[in-house]
């Protein structure tokens, strides 16, 4: 079993930047793809971006395409989402995912079998 714990948000200022964490326990398979999602009030669920837990390849939306990075320590079994020049659209409470989800499904909320809590951003303007 695979244990997800997300952490670093809060409240930030539009154009300002968070990092969030998610640290990851329990047996981890090398093939597992690792993805943000968030749900922004009164909207679906939606992807952020992924990353490759053994390649480190990584994917993101349009929507934080040049803002947003993640990356992992395999060392310390930490996935991060480094989110720049914050907008307000950006409030949402990040979801930290995991899963062996085929390189062209990393989009879909389905194929992910392991979920964290979240943690709620909130960007004011």
């Known amino acids: 079993q695979v244990q997800l714990v997300e952490s670093g948000g809060g409240l930030v200022q539009a154009g300002g930047s968070l990092r969030l964490s998610c640290a990851v326990s329990?047996?981890?398979?090398?093939?597992?793809?690792m993805a943000w999602f968030r749900r922004a009030p009164g909207k679906e669920r939606e992807v952020v971006g992924r990353?490759?837990?053994?390649?480190?390849?990584?994917s993101y939306v349009d929507a934080v395409e040049g803002r947003f990075t993640i990356s992992r320590d395999m060392s310390k079994n930490i996935v991060y989402l480094q989110m720049n020049d914050l907008k307000p659209e950006d409030t949402a409470v990040y979801y930290c995912?995991?899963?062996?989800?085929?390189?062209?499904?990393?989009?879909?909320?389905?194929?992910?079998?392991?979920w964290g809590q979240g943690t709620q951003v909130t960007v004011s303007s």
């Open positions: 990353i490759a837990w053994s390649g480190g390849t990584t």
């Open positions: 995912a995991a899963g062996r989800t085929p390189f062209t499904a990393w989009h879909v909320e389905r194929e992910y079998e392991h």
């Open positions: 329990g047996r981890i398979v090398s093939s597992y793809i």
